[in-house]
């Protein structure tokens, strides 16, 4: 019993930042639409090709559910994988996976479907996360996480205007 207690306050704890203040019943959340999920990988993928690079890129939601991916004609099949990992990442840790290498070698970084390196970034949005982009098949993950920037810039300020 104090178990199930202990769990339950533990998980009121976790939620209850999300709430505006104690007497709010629901929560709004902001979620981009398809077109803007699609123009930001279109975007990455435009950024690299101009580089001669050939990429996959996945755009997912404020969870972390993918909206959309993209794999460029002869980007390697594992670009999409590794991609839709960055992508998800980025999400979940509201932080670009760049910055996340020194977890990479902890339990919380040995996780199935984490990919902490270069090229998975959030989009923030009037300070609320609205999903991520994960770009996967550059040589380095700095060149990754340009392409990825690219993406984001491409949806930003239109985002901005929007809320």
Same mark, same amino acid.
């Given at each position: 019993? @104090? !178990? @199930?207690?202990?769990?339950? #306050? !533990?998980?009121?704890?976790?939620?209850?930042? %999300?709430?505006?203040?104690?007497?709010?019943? #629901? #929560?709004?959340? @902001?979620r981009m639409t398809m077109v803007t999920a699609l123009t930001m990988a279109q975007a990455a993928v435009e950024e690299c090709t101009k580089q001669g690079i050939q990429?996959?890129?996945? #755009?997912?939601?404020?969870?972390?559910?993918?909206?959309?991916?993209?794999?460029d004609t002869i980007a390697a099949p594992l670009t999409a994988l590794i991609s839709k990992g960055k992508a998800y990442t980025a999400a979940n840790f509201n932080a670009a996976t760049s910055e996340l290498g020194d977890? %990479?070698?902890?339990?919380? /970084?040995?996780?199935?479907?984490?990919?902490?390196? %270069? /090229? /998975?970034l959030p989009l923030e949005v009037g300070g609320s996360l609205i999903g991520a982009i994960g770009v996967s098949g550059a040589p380095s993950g700095e060149t990754d996480e340009v392409c990825a920037q690219a993406g984001i810039d491409a949806v930003q300020a239109d985002i901005e205007m929007a809320i």
């Open positions: 019993m @104090k !178990l @199930k207690l202990l769990s339950l #306050v !533990l998980v009121l704890l976790c939620i209850r930042p %999300a709430y505006a203040d104690e007497d709010t019943m #629901v #929560v709004d959340l @902001k990429i996959g890129v996945t #755009v997912v939601d404020r969870d972390g559910v993918v909206q959309v991916t993209l794999r977890m %990479a070698n902890s339990p919380v /970084g040995r996780q199935p479907g984490l990919v902490m390196s %270069a /090229g /998975g």
